[in-house]
């Protein structure tokens, strides 16, 4: 099985910045991508950022200049440096990774438990 572990929510005021860091670990044998989700009260989940494994990224219009996404390959790391925040930026952020186990099995997303970013002054 493979787990993520996430860290780097919080509260921070209007125009601040937060990074929000998500490790995978366990039975990994390649991984394809790996990015982030937000979901705020009352409203769909939303794809945030993602990057591939050649290093290709994709982002929402709603936070492309704002945010970056990074990843360390070797820690099997993805990073989310959120900038220039604002109130409708707050919402729980689940990182995710779509990896395989095995070259015999197919790929498959796995998620992080998600955390908080308020954004509000």
């Known amino acids: 099985q493979v787990q993520l572990l996430e860290s780097g929510g919080g509260l921070v005021q209007p125009g601040g910045s937060l990074r929000l860091s998500c490790a995978a670990s366990g039975s990994i044998f390649n991984i394809a991508a790996m990015g982030w989700y937000r979901q705020a009260p009352g409203k769909q989940r939303e794809m945030v950022a993602y990057?591939?494994?050649?290093?290709?990224?994709n982002y929402a219009d709603s936070v492309k200049g704002r945010f970056t996404t990074s990843r360390d390959n070797a820690k099997n790391t993805v990073y989310l440096q959120m900038n220039s925040l604002k109130p409708e930026d707050t919402g729980v952020y689940s990182c995710?990774?779509?990896?395989?186990?095995?070259?015999?099995?197919?790929?498959?997303?796995?998620w992080g438990q998600g955390t908080q970013v308020t954004v509000s002054s």
């Open positions: 995710y990774v779509r990896a395989n186990v095995d070259a015999y099995r197919p790929y498959r997303d796995y």
């Open positions: 990057i591939t494994s050649g290093g290709s990224t």
